[in-house]
């Protein structure tokens, strides 16, 4: 009888915790996903203004997104800031990938002089935020007389990935040496042990870094906002809808605004949803295949 009665008493316990657990869980998703959706049902509010006294629209429209993509206003070309993001966001997540990952290797697996007090330096200026150089980087663009362009954008993100090196140094440091020397006796050299051995094995970190890589544009606004100035049509999607919310229409347009928070969602939860098999892979298999 004893026995029965610490077993019930621990399977009684167990599913507190379970409950508990659970309880939690919803708790904390529902805290998440209400403001998803509350932009959501927004961008599709067909009545009233930036504010309401409800969540669930009263009716239903596409003109938010209609008024965004045709630019029925004439002083918000949504559809040139998205195209202006999506391609610097591309090219700066391919050159800040590949320099991050080379970084990170070379510093991980090559021993060279001042290697050490390298590290320490980088470390040291990881501590400063990136905005305290921005009016130094803006004085460098004009001088050069890039300031305005997309290209000034894809040259300070890109450049500015080398010091985020640290977390895929951290993981490079993770896969055994063994699996480098194994390869040298075998005849491989550097390169080939970085692109047979080391990047297959370094799919989560790299899927990592392109999405870190990839999302910066998307969000960034002091950057942005200090290189492009006046130049409206070079805007990207941050700059641009925070214009949308002046005080003349912050409440005319706060729909369409929304609506702007949706579709710029879209590419980022795509990338996702694409390269995170990717990332499952890498973290699932091996070193060696049985």
């Known amino acids: 009888m004893a026995k029965e009665k610490k077993i019930q008493s621990y399977r009684a316990k167990q599913r507190f915790t379970l409950t508990s ?35 669930i629209p009263k009716s239903f429209t596409l003109e938010n997104y209609r008024i965004l993509l ?13 195209l202006n993001t999506l391609f610097v966001a591309v090219i700066s997540c391919i050159l800040s990938t590949f320099i991050t990952i080379a970084m990170a290797y ?8 001042l290697r050490k007090p390298f590290l320490k330096v980088a470390l040291v200026l990881n501590m400063f ?24 954008l894809i040259l300070v993100y890109s450049s500015g990935a080398a010091l985020g090196f640290y977390v895929a140094k951290g993981f490079f440091d993770t896969i055994p040496m063994a699996l ?26 790299i899927v990592y870094t392109s999405l870190m890589a990839f999302m910066a544009p998307w969000m960034d606004f002091i950057f942005a906002k200090i290189i492009m100035g006046d130049k409206i049509d070079n805007y990207t999607v941050a700059i641009g809808l925070f214009t949308m919310m002046t005080r003349t229409t912050s409440n005319s347009l706060f729909m369409a605004f929304t ?6 969602a879209i590419p980022i939860t795509i990338l996702f949803i694409i390269m995170q098999r990717f990332y499952v892979e890498g973290v699932t298999s091996g070193s060696v295949k049985g």
């Open 129 to 152: 935020p990136g905005f305290m150089s921005m009016i130094a980087i803006y004085y460098i663009l004009k001088a050069l007389n890039l300031t305005e362009t997309l290209f000034a």
């Open 106 to 113: 070379a510093l991980s697996r090559l021993r060279f002089k």
């Open 259 to 264: 609506a702007g928070c949706v579709l710029i």
């Open 70 to 82: 045709l630019n029925t206003t004439g002083n918000f070309p949504f559809v040139r800031w998205f």
């Open 21 to 55: 657990s659970y309880t939690s869980l919803t708790i904390l998703s529902i805290l998440w996903l209400f403001p998803i959706a509350w932009i959501v049902l927004t961008s599709f509010r067909g009545e009233g203004g930036a504010f309401v006294p409800y969540i």
């Open 180 to 205: 480098d020397e194994s390869a040298m006796i075998d005849g491989a050299n550097k390169w080939q042990i970085f692109t047979k051995i080391t990047l297959p094995l370094s799919k989560p970190m």
